[in-house]
């Protein structure tokens, strides 16, 4: 059973917003493309969102046992993802735009980069949080098998998050200088993924 369009196109925004919003992931995509050249960008970029496929693993195992097990179990899971992506908004919000793109001139290749990309991201327990948080949300119980639909999820996180990590790689030089010299759009940046955090969370929260 594939994902019903109107919970496609829901995750679909909700993942192309969290992406783009300044973080640990692109500000390191920018900083490697600016300093180091477009390939190695593209390449820690592309890694970081395979990374991301390791942590759906996690999520779809873990949400259909927890299903399984107890119905209650699922409804608190949801809860505490709820408050972690509240937290998270909170973070956001206090940045106020505070992220900058430094250099580092160290040379690396670009395969080492993707490696290091993709273990950086499936070893991060913040990201193993991030997940089990937010793909959860978007499961229709009613349309039937949990994990499927969470490795769909997943899968499209993932794909999202290639094509805008090696755009940030390309661009990397233009783009990195932009977020240097406009604070106020970084912190608006900040402000709609704080937001949205905040209300996927209030979301769970109120409708477990």
């Known amino acids: 059973m594939l994902l019903a369009p109107e919970q496609f196109i829901a995750f679909l925004s909700a993942a192309l917003l969290i992406t783009l919003s300044p973080g640990p992931d692109n500000l390191m995509v920018l900083s490697i493309g600016a300093t180091r050249g477009r390939l190695r960008g593209m390449a820690f970029g592309l890694g970081c969102a395979l990374g991301c496929l390791s942590h759906t693993l996690l999520a779809a195992l873990g949400v259909s046992a927890l299903i399984a097990a107890s119905p209650f179990a699922f409804t608190a899971l949801k809860i505490a993802g709820g408050v972690y992506l509240i937290y998270l908004g909170w973070q956001a919000l206090k940045r106020r735009g505070g992220s900058k793109i430094t250099s580092n001139h160290h040379q690396e290749s670009t395969r080492t ?80 993924a704080g937001s949205i955090f905040i209300a996927l969370g209030l979301k769970l929260i109120i409708h477990p």
């Open 113 to 192: 980069l993707f490696i290091r990309g993709v273990i950086a991201n499936s070893i991060n327990p913040k990201v193993v949080l991030f997940f089990l948080a937010f793909l959860p949300q978007f499961v229709m119980t009613a349309r039937g098998d949990a994990a499927w639909q969470i490795v769909q999820l997943g899968v499209i996180f993932t794909v999202q998050a290639m094509l805008l990590f090696a755009v940030l790689g390309f661009f990397a030089g233009h783009i990195g200088q932009w977020f240097n010299r406009n604070a106020k759009a970084s912190a608006w940046l900040d402000r709609i």
